[in-house]
Each structure stands twice: as C-alpha cells, then as structure tokens.
C-alpha cells in the first residue's frame, strides 16, 4: 500500500510540475519583483536619467549560422564616441546564467536570454557604459557596446539539436558580432577593451586572446572579466552543483570543439569551463573583477536549495549578517579558493585585479558600484580608477581585499523576504517549487537554471 502512496504522490506531482505554466508564471512573477530591485539601483545610483541606447539587430547574421537559441538574429547595444574616444572600443558582454538541459534551452528561447524577439528594445548604460565622465571618468568617450546574450553558453558553442531546433551558435555570434562591428569602425580601433559580467564575464575569458587577435598589434587590447571567476568548489552538502550544471552546458552544447586547445589537451572539457584553468594561459592583458564572497556563487553554487533541502542556509544566503561563525568560515575557504585560483594569473605583471570581500556580483554595469561617491573601494581606490590605471598603465593594480568583514564599503546584495513575499504565486506554484527544491537529479537543473534567472535581475542593469 505505502508504494502505491508514493506512487500517486510522484504523480500528482509530475501532473503539478508538467504544467509548466506555472513555472512559467512563477518565473515571471520573479521577474518583476527583481527588475524593481534592478531599477531601483540603477534609479538610486544615478543621479541623472542614464542614457538609453536601442538594440540593433546584425543583419545577415543568420548567413553565418550565427543566431539565437530560437534561431532569431543576435543583436547589440551601441553608442558611438567621440572626441579623443573616437577610435577606442569597450565591448561589454552581456550574461545571465547558462541552459544545461534541452528542456531549461527550449525555455530560454521565450526569454530574452534566448531570442532576440524578447529583448528589451533599449537598454540604459550605466556604469563602465555610461556616457558621462562624473559616472565613467576613463571610458565615457569612448564607442561602447553591449552585446546581448542569446546561446546559453557564454558565447562559446557551435552545434545544435535537430529534435528541439535548438541552435547553439555562441561562437559564431560572438565572431558575427566582432566582424560587424569591425566593419562598422572598430577595425580602426587603437584602443580596445572586452568586458563582461558573470556568464558574460567568463565569455571574457574565453574570447580575450581572440579578441586581441583582430587587430593589429599597434592597437592596445585588454580584456576585463567581471564576477566571471566561477569556480570548481565544494557546495555546503560536499557535493558539486555547479560541476554538474557546466558539465551539463558542456555535454549538450558540444563545448569541446571550441573551448581552449591549451586547457583541453590537458584537462577534460568540463574543467576547460572553469576560469580556475584558464586565466594563468591568457597571453592578452587581463584583469579580474570579483567580489571574494561572490553572491552568484553563494546563492546558485554554494548553498543552492539542492544542496540545503531544510533552507538551514536561507537567512545567511539572504543576507551575510545573518550567518553563523561555521557558516563565515565556510565563506572564507570559498575567499581562499578564489585568491589561490588567481595566484598564478597574478604574478604576471600585465594583469590585473580588485577583488573585493563582499556579497556582491557584477560591479563594473551598475553605476553605485563602479563610480560613485560610496563605491566599494580597497585601500581607498575604487573599481574606475583602479580599471583605468590598469588599462592605461598608470600604475599596477593588484588589489585583494582583507577577510571579511574589514571592509565597510562593500554594497553587498541583501536578498529581502518582504520583497519576495509581494510576489503573487500561487499556493500551488509555490508546493511546485518546494517540491522542486527537494528534488535533486534531472530536476535540479531546471532550480539552478530559475535561480541563475533570478541573479540576472539584480545584477544586470
Ligand atoms: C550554523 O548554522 C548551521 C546551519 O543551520 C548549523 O549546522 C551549524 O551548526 C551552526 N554553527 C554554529 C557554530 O552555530
């Protein structure tokens, strides 16, 4: 009798889950709730209206193979410079988390995330993209770009499924893009720099030396990765969520044929994935901006509800004042993963990097993070200045943060409760999630996928 029970239970509880509007609505719900938060900091953190700068699509883009997920045309954000920025570039990649499944693609290609059909028709530039030098002192003249984010990973596959008409095609969009833009006056660039945040800025990492070789070598080129330091770590139940999650956007999208040959001749593909085994290789000047206690990395990676099914982590996830001193210090072998998995990348004396003790992630976009009055700051020097003194060698910037919690100038993410419980879902919604949350396995990918959704709201602005 017990089985049947359990029977029964496992289908109402697939008859629950595979009405997937429910997620999607959840999903939606989310959405709003987080762009408010986004639109609040972008509100708070400048004090004028930033500029808005309307998506262009690359046209014959598809000649190339280089589409979206839904095979729609990629597109980016540019502004053009002027005046002594005439001929310099900032390409800014853009994230937002990775699909790992066909089922958690199928869904990105509804979103924004997977089909130029969904993205917003402008975006506003802020921080490292504004146009105003009291908001963007080095980079505010310069001809700023935004490419939008639409294969699910990082910018880096070249295949695709037949049975789910998925395309894969991140690698040639990424080049689609660069020959588009080049044609357009980049290929007379003396200066250039490629950025990106979080997914966005491990395609940093993965494209810089490519990056580097369109131009000549009389052009200065950089490359500046933003909370792209994802790494291969331990989560809070011992296991390896975000292992399995790339293991995953590596198996489906084939990334094998395009990681890096230097990492892939030595290591198995998954690992290739992993900025951990990549950076000490680039040969282009590279810097790396990252909070210690990266709130990504926290939320989705570390304490993911799959690795804390009784939420024991959910008060210190939600807010780092909340946790214990078992779960700081847990925190501070995560800090000493990151700084001994840039030991090697720092000794270089062309690199760079700022990473500070914070609950923070992707700090170069948003205007309070990058330049503002209380901006987060090590040893008195903010993340602008300490960008521009790297890229323009002004001085050497090796800034790395003491423990937490020395630093009072962090603008840490704080998850609210009374925030999330605004949002409208349904009870019964919410039983899927629980239930979702408890489920480990095929499942899992598709929580980790919806909280990798969640982040790019906070953070992308
Ligand atoms: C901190 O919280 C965790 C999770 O609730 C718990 O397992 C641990 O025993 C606590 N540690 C201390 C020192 O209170």
Redesign the pocket.
Known sequence: MKWMLHLCFFLCFVAVFSRSEDVLVAMKARERVLSFLENDAVVSGSPSKPLMVPLTLIQGADSKGAVCLDGTLPGYHVHHGSGSGANSWVIQLEGGGWCNTIRSCVYRKTTRRGSSKFMEKQLPFTGILSNKPEENPDFFSWNRVKLRYCDGASFSGDSQNEDAKLYFRGQRIWLAAMQDLMAKGMQNADQALLSGCSAGGLASILHCDEFQDLFPATTKVKCLSDAGMFLDAADVSGGHTLRSMFAGVVSLQELQKTLPNTCTSQLDPTSCFFPQNLVANIKTPMFLLNAAYDAWQVQASLAPPSADPHG??NDCKSDHAHC????IQFFQDFRNQMLSAVKGFSMSNKNGLFINSCFAHCQSERQDTWFADDSPSIGNQGIAKSVGDWYFDRVAVKAIDCPYPCDSTCHNLVFKDEVVSTITISQSTRLTFTLLNLLSASLMSLTLSNALWDFNYVSDT
């Open positions: 024991y982590w214990n001193a078992s779960q």
